[in-house]
């Protein structure tokens, strides 16, 4: 039985360790066929470093390697061309100055295979233009380009923006060394987490196809349904398919829906449900960019164009929509056609995604976790005990600081989180026929909850969100599930606390 290739992401090593290779020849075949200039997008941890491996040896020739694989008997095997491979994932650059010295580094050791010798008088851009043309001299083939994590020194810094703005210009430079040398170029693949601005980084490379969202190339990276049940079938005996769906699946670019292969490898060697992406580093810098918005959950259930989940993201407009999609927090749910234009609908991935972002958030806004009051909130909703879950929900209020229940939208994005985190299937701003209901809670497919929320100021408006529910019969919509509860929820403004919890069991 071949083994799980969990952290391999050196194509050599996987294939002659005798790994599982989940074959993604055939995307990339198109791709060398199609064009020359690609940039994609992907989250952390997705296989973009395995992908741009495997192109590696695939142009350097290494046939033995590629037997049964998808693209072995159309290649020309004859055809090897010279490689300049730069990985950003390992540098840690704080200012100019670091930028110049970590690039002389990697620069002199890719340049030694080339019989290269670094100028320093030239600084990196110049090296880096000088190379490539040693490499096509060299070898009399055009020179094939492989950037790993170009974004990787600029996230590091986003918090300060100085000095992410003098390192993205110090890449700016580097970068567009490329747009002078096309003669020199066989191909160029780009990867990275996150899509700044073309404008400001890719300056004049306008040759740079971005197929982060391009249906056909979807599938690239990650693991589709069926490519877990073909290569990992002997992994998968007495598994329960729909949890691991539910827990891990459900990242999507416009083909299929994906598991992140980090996540599904450390599953299937494990066997326990554990969130395994999100802990090796969550982007801490989202959870303040959130604190500083006032909590306002602003993503979910609102139609984006795909400028506004990829190409408006910079130091200058940083937008969370943006930074969760490509960050993987959030994924693409739904899409509309609106006239001419394909529009998204975003909401969490799956169930791993949605627990830990929601627990994670619930502490930046209180400073303290609240593992018990979630557990406790999943027993009252499962077993149908409404006056217990009145009775979380306030002790969970009642446990936040006043001064921060000061500002507008924590109340809802805390109740929110609270119940985000329990797991459960959630629906913000759920449509019907008539309005839309606050939130739906649906309980293992059987038992929903219906839940409206108003802020009011006097008393005389206690008893709307209830009434509202009834008025506008939101719950025709689950006529066909099992039980059925309506809940008016009314949060008092100046006391800062739940005024009135009504429901009724309609089912």
């Known amino acids: ?298 993503y979910l259930n609102k139609l984006y164009y795909t400028s506004d989940i990829l190409d408006k993201f910079d130091l200058e407009y940083l937008s969370i929509e943006a930074l969760m999609f490509q960050t993987g927090y959030l994924t693409i749910k739904e899409v509309k056609q609106v006239q001419s234009e394909e529009m998204y609908i975003l909401n969490y991935p799956n169930k791993e995604v949605q627990q830990s972002f929601n627990r994670d958030l619930l502490f930046y806004i209180t400073q303290s976790y609240h593992n018990d009051k979630t557990y406790n909130l999943k027993l009252a909703l499962i077993h149908q005990n409404i006056l217990q879950l009145k009775h979380q929900l306030e002790i969970f209020f009642n446990s936040i600081s006043y001064h921060i229940l000061k500002k507008e939208f924590v109340y809802q994005a805390a109740i929110f989180g609270l119940i985000y985190s329990t797991g459960f299937n959630i629906i913000l701003e759920d449509t019907t026929s008539k309005g839309r209901i606050d939130l739906t809670i649906i309980v293992n497919n059987s038992i929903v909850y219906i839940i409206e929320f108003k802020v009011i100021e006097n008393t005389q408006d206690k008893g709307k969100a209830l009434n509202q529910i009834l008025q506008k019969e939101y719950f025709k919509k689950y006529l066909n599930y099992h039980k059925i509860y309506i809940i008016g929820i009314d949060f008092d403004k100046n006391k800062k606390h739940i005024s009135n919890f009504e429901y009724k069991n309609i089912k």
């Not at 003669?183 to 990867?191: M, S």
């Not at 069926?226 to 699946?249: A, C, G, R, V």
């Not at 490898?265 to 006032?294: H, I, S, V």
């Open 1 to 298: 039985m071949k083994k799980l290739p969990i952290g391999i992401s050196d194509f050599k090593e996987l294939i002659e360790g005798n790994y599982i290779y989940v074959d993604k020849t055939e995307y990339i075949y198109k791709l060398i066929n199609q064009g020359k200039y690609y940039f994609l997008s992907r989250p952390r941890r997705f296989g973009k470093s395995l992908l741009l491996s495997t192109i590696r040896y695939l142009f350097q020739g290494y046939e033995d390697l590629f037997k049964d694989l998808y693209i072995y008997d159309k290649w020309n095997w004859n055809e090897t061309y010279p490689i300049l491979r730069i990985d950003f994932s390992h540098l840690s650059i704080t200012n100019e100055k670091e930028f110049e010295d970590q690039m002389e580094l990697l620069l002199k050791e890719i340049g030694k295979e080339f019989k290269y010798n670094y100028q320093k008088k030239y600084k990196a851009n110049g090296n880096f233009h000088l190379l490539i043309k040693k490499c096509y001299e060299n070898y009399n083939k055009k020179v094939v380009i492989l950037i790993d994590e170009y974004d990787k020194i600029i996230l590091d810094n986003i918090e300060n923006k100085e000095k992410a703005e003098k390192i993205r210009e110090k890449l700016k430079g580097f970068y567009s060394i490329l747009k002078g040398l096309d003669e020199y170029i066989k191909f160029v693949f780009i990867t990275g987490v996150s899509k700044f601005s073309k404008v400001s980084l890719f300056s004049g490379l306008n040759q740079l196809e971005d197929i982060s969202l391009n249906k056909e190339f979807g599938n690239i990276c990650g693991y589709t349904q069926n490519e877990l049940e073909s290569y990992f079938n002997d992994y998968l005996k007495d598994l329960n398919l729909d949890q691991i769906k539910d827990w891990y699946n459900g990242y999507y670019f416009l083909q299929d829906k994906l598991y992140n292969p980090f996540d599904i490898l450390l599953y299937l060697k494990n066997k326990t449900f554990r969130n395994y992406w999100y802990e090796t580093g969550k982007t801490e810098f989202l959870f303040k960019l959130l604190k500083n918005q006032n909590y306002e959950l602003p």
